[in-house]
């Protein structure tokens, strides 16, 4: 399993500029490379990277996607003058030539495909590239906002020829639609293209009616397109995380890629003056963690837009210092979609139904009227508290923005020490866990025994189950103190553990700890001030205790056949628990799990992004290759086995959308669809 992070950056590509006087194209200035860069090099994430050096794409390489017409009249531009530089860019919508642009999109080309023969060959997992001309707006003959070459698509072309992959996924956060690279793959089933863009009914640039939800592909590629229009500003952190749960990951994990490139331009993030949007730089370490859960971490991330200096730079560290495999820092404020979002997320699901399976058995019966309804709900704007107040545009809250900024990196980007892995060492467990798991001594009796005869005395009843808190009581001790940020602890009684970990945890002064739990949980803590929330996950109905909102009971039997807990975790486990945004998530495996292996590591990958990733497991069944399956997991030397993807049936489909019915007031992450009558 390759590990490490490549960087490429070549400052030859500060060279392309604006000659003249455009203010459409004057946002795209070489600033934005070497002040990512240097923001980069402050934060010391360039020295943890491996460096890859940039060159320039062949001729034959740009050939793969681009006529020869086109690759003509780049290179024909190296020689001209400005005048004739001025004339030869009137010819697209949007675009500049300088006498260095053709030198530097052939680095931007270079670059991308250097990054992905370090991801491919192994010397590297995954990796970023800092490149200039951004690419997913050009087009097989002509240059297009601000891009002359796609870069992605050049990419994903060479990757099927030089290793003949059959499976690529582009994920295209960029705040513009990459039309570009639409057109190049629209009827290509190799290649999923995802793209989320500003929209506004088709009132913003380029103004397309193929940006639109309904443009899946075309022939075999059908169903291999997918647009997710925002068709208001000022979507954030929770419309985005959304997108992914109910759109993107349920696709890309069915779709089951074997690399995946992200045209990642961070005209999305807040403060853009492109975007309009409000998702804070943290919210693309998040995506990123989400992404390095596919194609075995394999994980290409290549540069496109950006046009805010400073929030450029931070997304981009963000994005980097996740690669590198650092704690996924908390998100802040309220968790909410807007309607507009739901609304869109509700669209691309339904236009998508007939080509996927985990959308087969949706009820999307009552979406056909929903296009004649969307402007009641573009202008309804009814409920102010899911619906985002205003633009960003006047220069006081361009001060916010930049304040916000400042404070906000401070915190997020100093305190976090990477991830640190404790276990105790019993049962020769030093043989089979993974390196850099530390091994750390348990609590003796006496201890332990003070520490519950105060307070945790009417939950532990017998002596002799107080040995087995010993594992799990330093373990968390040692996540408390950030000494480590997760841990395992094996644990004989893995429903009392837990019950005491949370109480502790909360005692500790944690304002809210999310457990789950997989298997029978003997007993179940008092949950009514809201500082725990329990999800459990069982084979039958646990009697005694109805759901609510802070115990949620799941009952789910994976398949024999594969894996269909995919499905529960993105549309149901992951909105809840980001809708409550734990300071600590607590996984506990008990007995009769209804899950295997696979469930549970997927479980453990993904609430990694929870909590600052501070996670403590507690597992009953000491199986080897459970317990090492979750250790690789939680020190991150491996993508774990999540097993082949199986569609649940209509039951389990059933039972998810009864589950979010009823939790979706409560916790709002789960919106998915508008309801008839609003
Ligand atoms: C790569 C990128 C934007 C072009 C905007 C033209 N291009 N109005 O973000
Ligand atoms: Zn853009």
Not at 254 to 260: A, K, S, T, Y
């Amino acid at each position: 399993m390759a590990s490490g992070t490549a960087l490429i950056y070549d400052e030859e590509m500060t060279t392309h500029k604006l000659l003249w006087s455009d203010p459409i194209c004057d946002i795209e200035v070489p600033e934005r490379l070497s002040s990512s860069y240097e923001q980069l090099r402050s934060y010391h994430l360039v020295e943890r990277c491996v460096h890859v050096p940039a060159r320039e794409g062949s001729e034959e390489e740009i050939l793969l996607v681009h006529s020869i017409e086109h690759l003509e009249v780049a290179k024909s531009t190296q020689t001209m003058n400005e005048e004739e530089l001025k004339r030869v860019s009137e010819n697209y919508d949007a675009f500049f030539f300088h006498p260095s642009t053709y030198h530097c999109a052939r680095l931007a080309v270079g670059a991308t495909l250097q990054l992905v023969d370090a991801v491919m060959s192994g010397r590297v997992c995954n990796g970023m590239a800092l490149v200039r001309p951004p690419g997913h707006h050009s087009q097989r003959n002509a240059a297009n906002g601000f891009c002359l070459f796609n870069n992605v698509a050049i990419a994903a072309e060479y990757a099927k020829l030089k290793y003949g992959l059959q499976r690529i996924l582009i994920v295209d956060w960029d705040v513009h639609h990459g039309q570009g690279t639409q057109y190049i793959f629209e009827e290509d089933p190799s290649v999923l293209y995802f793209s989320w863009h500003r929209y506004e009914h088709q009132e913003f640039w380029p103004s397309l009616k193929e940006s639109d939800y309904d443009a899946v592909g075309l022939g075999k590629g059908k169903g291999f397109n997918i647009n997710l229009p925002w068709n208001k500003v000022g979507m954030g952190n929770s419309d985005y995380l959304a997108a992914f749960f109910h759109v993107l990951l349920p696709m890309a994990f069915e779709f089951d890629p074997e690399l995946v490139l992200v045209s990642s331009g961070y005209d999305s993030g807040i403060g853009d003056p492109e975007g309009q949007m409000n998702a804070t730089p943290e919210v693309f370490a998040h995506l990123t963690h989400f992404l390095m859960q596919l194609a075995n971490g394999k994980l290409c991330v290549i540069l496109e837009g950006g046009y805010h200096l400073k929030s450029l730079g931070e997304s981009v560290c963000m994005t980097v210092k996740t690669l590198l495999g650092d704690p996924v820092p908390q998100i802040t404020g309220e968790m909410a979609p807007c309607l507009s979002a739901v609304e869109s997320i509700q669209n691309v699901r339904a236009a998508h139904k007939p080509y996927w399976k985990w959308l087969a058995y949706e009820d999307t019966s009552f979406l056909q009227n929903l296009s004649t309804k969307s402007h009641l709900l573009k202008k309804a704007n009814s409920n102010p508290s899911t619906e985002h107040e205003s633009k960003i545009t006047n220069n006081n809250n361009t001060v916010k923005v930049e304040r916000f900024l400042e404070l906000h990196m401070k915190n997020i980007l100093f305190p976090v020490p990477p991830i640190k892995t404790a276990t105790t060492g019993s049962e020769g467990s030093e043989h089979f866990l993974p390196e850099h798991v530390q091994l750390v001594k348990e609590m003796d009796k006496t201890e332990i025994k003070a520490l519950v005869s105060g307070f945790y005395a009417d939950l532990v009843k017998e002596d002799k189950t107080l040995l087995s808190l010993g594992s799990m009581f330093v373990i968390l001790d040692k996540i408390l103190k950030k000494e480590v940020c997760n841990g395992i602890a094996a644990s004989l009684t893995a429903a009392l553990s837990a019950a005491v970990a949370l109480r502790h945890s909360v005692r500790f002064g944690f304002q809210r700890v999310l457990c789950v739990f997989v298997g029978d949980m003997q007993m179940i803590p008092d949950t009514e001030d809201g500082r725990m929330l329990i999800i459990n996950i069982c084979d039958k109905e646990q009697s005694g205790k109805a759901s609510c909102k802070h115990y949620i009971s799941l009952n789910w039997k994976e398949d024999a056949e594969g894996n269909d807990f995919f499905s529960a975790v993105l549309g149901f486990i992951l909105p809840v628990a980001y809708s409550y945004q734990p300071n600590l998530t607590v996984i506990a495996v008990g007995p009769n799990r209804s899950l295997g292996i696979n469930g549970i590591s997927l479980l453990v990958a993904l609430l990694q992004g929870l909590a600052e990733s501070r996670i403590l497991a507690v597992i009953e069944d000491t199986e080897k290759s459970l317990m090492q399956s979750v250790a690789k997991t939680l020190v991150r030397a491996s993508t774990p086995p999540f097993g082949i993807y199986v569609p649940p049936t209509q039951e389990k489909v059933n039972k998810i959308k009864a589950l979010r019915d009823q939790f979706q007031q409560e916790w709002k992450m789960l919106q998915c669809s508008v309801k008839e009558g609003i």
